[in-house]
């Protein structure tokens, strides 16, 4: 399968993970050439990325060690409805940066706000979450 066939595959979900990738890479490098200026909303970006990276890449989640308790609480990473709501508080914090005068973080507001969409989308059609086989998942 190639980047094309993922495209065309319809699923939501894989579209809310390339998304979300797309996002964290851009939160790191916003939040390091601006670090300056509204240091507590990049150092929080920075923090985003880093939970993002953890979700978002299946390999880095075969080698950090879960437990039960959090995983029946949360209902596992794999739970679209959960992944909007974190989605969901992370872009609402990301526009408040930009009501605040971080403006740079704006282009991570609104991909963020987008992975959120994609991600309620896949959510409601009750998609399979799929990840892509080139962050190491599966594939469609």
């Not at 985003?48 to 989640?61: C, N, Q, R, S, T």
Request: aromatic residues 14%; contains cysteine; positive net charge.
């Amino acid at each position: 399968m190639s980047v094309g066939d993922e495209f065309k595959s319809g699923n939501f979900s894989l579209y809310a993970q390339l998304t979300a990738i797309l996002t964290l890479v851009l939160m790191i490098i916003l939040s390091a050439v601006s670090i300056l200026s509204h240091t507590f909303y990049k150092v929080l970006a920075i923090i985003f990325a880093i939970v993002i990276f953890l979700i978002e890449v299946p390999f880095v989640g075969k080698i950090v060690p879960n437990s039960d308790k959090l995983e029946e609480y949360f209902g596992g990473t794999k739970k679209l409805y959960w992944r909007f709501i974190l989605y969901l508080a992370f872009s609402a914090i990301m526009w408040l940066a930009v009501t605040k005068g971080s403006g740079i973080l704006g282009i991570c507001a609104f991909l963020l706000t987008l992975t959120t969409a994609f991600y309620l989308v896949a959510a409601v059609r009750r998609q399979d979450p799929i990840t892509s086989r080139y962050l190491g998942g599966s594939g469609i």
